[in-house]
């Protein structure tokens, strides 16, 4: 056991406390075999045996589906239509509603990590985040058990050879929430209108704002999108895998009743539908019977929002709460109690930490007090010191049981565009753990005595494990000499700060702090932490803003893939960030109430498709 997991002990001697006042729940089952028909259209059997809960104990559920195939043809252009290179499996399956099986529970409870903000508007954050997305749907959608783009509301679209026109036809008779009427391309337009709307604050509304110039209603279900140029990351904006807010709202309501109305009722078109928000703490929603796309099994949804790890495994040990998240050591826990997991099917999670001050490209946010802060050999040196300061390889065995993998460089992974092999290759001699010559690169660098940096702790909803990682760094860094603090502000305050490139300015210590990224294409990761539209603005230069544009304007995938290589060298090189693992989505379930749980993991929100989710068959 290391250093920075010993005062876990005290952590443990007090979760011991919370567990003799709650029931274990849940017990071994015996194995299950699970039957269910998905289909698409042509018909052809094929079965396909998939083994989905993993490392459970002496246990093992094997789901056979019966795939009837159907070939359906959506028109999109070679380079806008990928979201991975990622192999994908031979048909995206399209359930069709079987028989309710309701367990003996009608309200499903999940418990995640706090959030930074909590509103009921969906574009004043930058992404649509765990209190409101179950409640919204989107243009295209995600298949839960591939992670690959299908149809949404709308059923098929069209894209003109230039990249420069979307031609989307809408599903006829689809219902907004709370009686606000049939979804019609007004609504299509009135979201484009939303995200881009003075005060809107998603990811999604730089480009927007960029990138789309009209959008024209040709009838009630076929609009088309005219944009400024052809552009990557439209695809993005209209599904559901994305970081923003791009998802279909009410017109009607908007014009009846305003932001107001809108703060007041979340109001959508998905198999959930908005009750009410005990603000801070939780969200309730019902399910929409005979929904057009899936009728959910738990009559009520009930999301709860909980920063301490503990009290989350305590209710589920309770049986206050059936889905939770938790970090693996207590994972252990709830397993060894009956208890089940369940793993996203892509990776879900990239954890890193970014050296915060690094806006090359506004000079006037620079402040070149902070070691790092400059692109000389000095601060090369610094940067290259706080990576390999950090053992990975501990973190790794010892705060996430192994289940995790090393990240080379942030928002890259070997399956997806743009790997470079030699990342891999030159890792250990210019990032790989060696605290002698980080101890070494510090005093090159002109900091005999080190130098005063503060590490910011916080809670994820992501990464459960997020605060005992910088603790860990924390501890690293001590063992190199340097003066390691911890940086202070509540959550929104922090938020504004990095939204507005303050942090580090006038500050007499640098701010280094975790963040969290997704299993997706990584020109979406680049576009949020070192684009010009970004909003995280980790590592910012001109050079990579001007390989940005190239990205986003390149119309072949080898293209793109060339200019993706060619910024991943560049943030290899420079020792921009702190890459740090791959992660998989986990969920720990109580057996009893939760009978089957399968989601991608690439999604912002990780743990997605709550509808899905199949009620034990409890008599």
């Known amino acids: 056991m290391t250093r920075f997991l010993n005062k876990k002990a005290v952590f443990h001697a007090a979760l011991v406390f919370i567990l003799l006042f709650v029931v274990a729940c849940g017990s071994s089952a015996e194995p299950v075999i699970v039957e269910k028909e998905v289909i698409k259209e042509v018909i052809k059997e094929v079965p396909v045996i998939q083994e989905v809960i993993k490392e459970?104990?002496?246990?093992?559920?094997?789901?056979?589906?019966?795939v009837k195939e159907v070939v359906k043809e959506v028109v999109m252009p070679p380079a806008l239509g990928q979201i991975a290179k990622a192999p994908v499996a031979t048909a995206i399956p399209r359930e069709v509603q079987a028989v309710m099986v309701t367990s003996t529970t009608n309200r499903l409870v999940i418990t995640l990590g706090k959030l930074s903000t909590q509103t009921n508007l969906p574009c004043v954050n930058s992404w649509l985040s765990f209190d409101k997305k179950q409640f919204f749907e989107n243009l295209m959608g995600i298949d839960r058990f591939?992670?690959?783009?299908?149809?949404?509301?709308?059923?098929?679209w069209e894209v003109s050879p230039d990249g420069k026109t979307w031609r989307f036809f809408l599903r006829e008779g689809i219902q907004f929430h709370h009686g606000w009427g049939?979804?019609?391309?007004?609504?299509?337009?009135?979201?484009?209108?939303?995200?881009?709307?003075?005060g809107a604050r998603s990811e999604d509304t730089i480009?927007?704002?960029d990138?789309?110039?009209?959008?024209?209603?040709?009838?009630?279900?076929?609009?088309?999108?005219?944009?400024?140029?052809?552009?990557?990351?439209?695809?993005?904006?209209?599904?559901?895998?994305?970081?923003g807010c791009a998802v279909l709202v009410s017109k009607d309501q908007w014009d009846a009743e305003g932001e107001a109305g809108y703060v007041e009722t979340?109001?959508?078109?998905?198999?959930y539908q908005f009750v009410s928000r005990d603000l801070g703490t939780s969200i309730l929603a019902e399910r929409v019977e005979n929904h057009w796309r899936h009728t959910a099994e738990f009559e009520e949804l009930n999301v709860y929002f909980t920063e301490e790890e503990a009290t989350r495994l305590a209710t589920l040990l309770a049986g206050e709460s059936h889905l939770v998240a938790l970090p693996r050591d207590l994972q252990d826990t709830a397993i060894e109690k009956g208890f089940k997991k369940w793993e996203s099917i892509l990776p879900a999670v990239?954890?890193?930490?970014?050296?915060?001050?690094q806006y090359y490209a506004d000079p006037d946010k620079l402040n070149y007090e902070i070691p790092w802060v400059g692109q000389d050999e000095s601060a090369l040196k610094v940067r290259q010191a706080l990576n390999k300061a950090i053992n990975r390889k501990e973190i790794c065995k010892e705060l996430f049981k192994g289940a995790c993998k090393e990240i080379k460089v942030w928002a890259y992974e070997q399956s997806l565009p743009g790997w470079n092999p030699e990342w891999e290759e030159r890792w250990d001699e210019e990032y790989g753990y060696d605290p002698v010559r980080a101890k070494e690169l510090i005093a090159e660098a002109g900091y005999p005595n080190g130098f005063k940096v503060d590490v910011r702790l916080s809670a994820s909803g992501s990464v459960p494990e997020n605060v005992q990682l910088g603790e860990a760094i924390q501890i690293y860094y001590r063992d190199i000499g340097l003066d390691v603090g911890t940086f202070q502000a509540e959550r929104a305050t922090y938020s504004k700060m990095r939204r507005n490139k303050e942090l580090g300015l006038g500050m007499d210590a640098g701010i280094i702090s975790l963040g969290a990224g997704t299993y997706r294409d990584p020109q979406f990761g680049i576009g949020t932490y070192n684009a010009d539209f970004g909003v995280v603005h980790a590592y910012e230069t001109q050079v990579l803003f001007d390989l940005h544009r190239k990205l986003t304007e390149a119309t072949t995938p080898e293209e793109r893939d060339r200019i993706e290589r060619e910024i991943g060298d560049l943030k290899f090189k420079?020792?921009?960030?702190?890459?740090?693992?791959?992660?998989?989505?986990?969920?720990?379930?109580?057996?009893?109430?939760?009978?089957?749980?399968?989601?991608?993991?690439?999604r912002r929100q990780i743990w997605s498709h709550w509808e899905y989710i199949k009620a034990a068959n409890t008599k």
């Not at 088309?224 to 559901?240: C, E, G, I, M, R």
């Open 56 to 66: 459970v104990p002496k246990e093992i559920v094997v789901v056979k589906e019966v």
């Open 146 to 156: 591939t992670g690959q783009l299908t149809d949404g509301v709308a059923h098929t």
């Open 182 to 198: 049939e979804l019609t391309a007004k609504d299509v337009k009135h979201m484009f209108a939303q995200v881009a709307r003075e």
């Open 207 to 209: 480009p927007f704002r």
């Open 211 to 243: 990138v789309i110039k009209e959008v024209e209603i040709i009838n009630d279900y076929e609009v088309v999108v005219h944009q400024t140029k052809a552009d990557l990351f439209t695809v993005a904006f209209f599904n559901a895998g994305k970081h």
């Open 266 to 271: 979340i109001v959508g078109t998905a198999p």
């Open 350 to 357: 990239q954890s890193g930490a970014f050296m915060f001050g």
């Open 574 to 602: 420079e020792f921009g960030e702190i890459p740090l693992f791959w992660l998989p989505g986990v969920a720990i379930v109580n057996p009893d109430v939760v009978g089957e749980y399968i989601f991608p993991g690439n």
